[in-house]
């Protein structure tokens, strides 16, 4: 089995960073595309930002420029730093890869929080 382990949120100001990383472990697998997610309460998750396995990246409107994805294969490893946050950046963070195990599975983190205060 894999599992994704998320670290890095917490509590900011405003214009604040924050550095989130999500390490995968386990065994025998191989690990696809990779993204963060985030969940604000009484919103539907969304989609932050995704990098695919050669590092092609994309990103949220609302983060562009702000928020950098990248990831460490040989770690097994996905960050991503969050510069200049905002208040409506708060939310819980979750991190998702698709990985083939056998088939080709979605798997996602517990999540970690983030506060921005204004």
Do not use: H
């Not at 089995?1 to 890095?8: P, W, Y």
């Not at 065994?27 to 595309?33: D, E, H």
């Not at 949220?60 to 208040?87: E, W």
């Amino acid at each position: 089995q894999v599992q994704l382990v998320e670290s890095g949120g917490g509590l900011v100001q405003a214009g604040g960073s924050l550095r989130l990383s999500c390490a995968a472990s386990g065994s025998g697998f191989r690990i696809n595309a990779m993204g963060w997610y985030r969940q604000a309460p009484g919103k539907q998750r969304e989609l932050v930002a995704a990098i695919t396995s050669g590092g092609r990246t994309n990103y949220a409107d609302s983060v562009k420029g702000r928020f950098t994805i990248s990831r460490d294969n040989a770690k097994n490893t996905l960050y991503l730093q969050m510069n200049s946050l905002k208040p409506e950046d708060t939310a819980v963070y979750y991190c998702n890869a698709n990985i083939l195990i056998i088939v080709f599975s979605d798997y996602w983190g517990q999540g970690t929080q983030v506060t921005v205060s204004s």
